[in-house]
């Protein structure tokens, strides 16, 4: 009876043996599978880059390829459809260069945006000729007001000055006061610089009705059905203009 329990524990034990190997190798296995497939699948997302280089040879990797960095890259999906078209990386010169037209164009872009809306905006303001007369004639007015502001002061300097004049025959021949000399010279001074803005309101007056004409000149055309934002406008008069 004991020879027997001793053979049938030795048995079970090399079976135990056998079986704790196969898990070993099993597992060795697993740990050796598991990266590959874990590559795989990054491959798989990421998708695989083929090119031919400039030898001719075809190249193909899980990631850009530095050899055909100077030409475009395909990149494949699983099945080898293509995911997408990876382009020639730039030179500094080239990516400065390509910087320098997408701003161009972007400005471009904006201003063509700004024209338009400023076109659509001047003919709602002004949707016939007689609205933009009436705009010329606000903004020329506020000059205008200006300019008699001037004149009349114009007028009330030269009524002080006649009594000054008056005492100065007094003092004919004789020396004059300091006083009136000072009253004549500040009355002097007052009416050159009177005379001097109304000289700068008159070119204003001017400078008005030149930026109008140029906007009924562009309006004409809106009017006549061009399209906005397709006519280069020199000015804007009404937005300087009637502000001032």
Request: net charge positive; proline share 4%.
């Amino acid at each position: 009876m004991v020879v027997q329990r001793s053979r049938t524990t030795d048995t079970a034990t090399a079976r135990t043996g056998r079986l704790l190997a196969l898990g070993t190798v099993l597992c060795l296995g697993a740990a050796a599978v598991l990266p590959q497939r874990a590559h795989a699948q990054s491959r798989s997302n990421g998708g695989i880059y083929t090119c031919t280089d400039d030898r001719g040879i075809r190249r193909t990797s899980d990631r850009p390829i530095v050899e055909c960095i100077d030409r475009e890259q395909r990149v494949l999906n699983a099945d080898g459809s293509v995911k997408r078209i990876v382009p020639p990386t730039l030179t500094a010169e080239e990516r400065a260069e390509r910087e320098a037209a997408e701003r161009k164009m972007a400005e471009e872009r904006a201003a063509l945006s700004d024209a338009v809306r400023r076109d659509r905006n001047l003919k709602a303001r002004f949707p016939n000729e007689a609205a933009h007369q009436r705009a010329r004639e606000a903004a020329l007015e506020v000059v205008r007001v200006g300019m008699r502001t001037s004149q009349k002061r114009i007028a009330e300097l030269e009524t002080e000055r006649k009594p000054l004049l008056n005492e100065v025959e007094f003092y004919r021949g004789r020396a004059m006061p300091p006083r009136l000399k000072q009253q004549l010279e500040a009355n002097e001074t007052s009416v050159a610089a009177q005379r001097d803005l109304i000289q700068t309101q008159e070119a204003e007056l001017q400078r008005i009705n030149g930026l109008y004409d140029a906007e009924l000149e562009h309006l004409r055309k809106l009017w006549n059905g061009a399209r906005p934002g397709s006519i280069n406008l020199v000015s804007a008069p009404a937005a300087q203009a009637e502000r001032r």
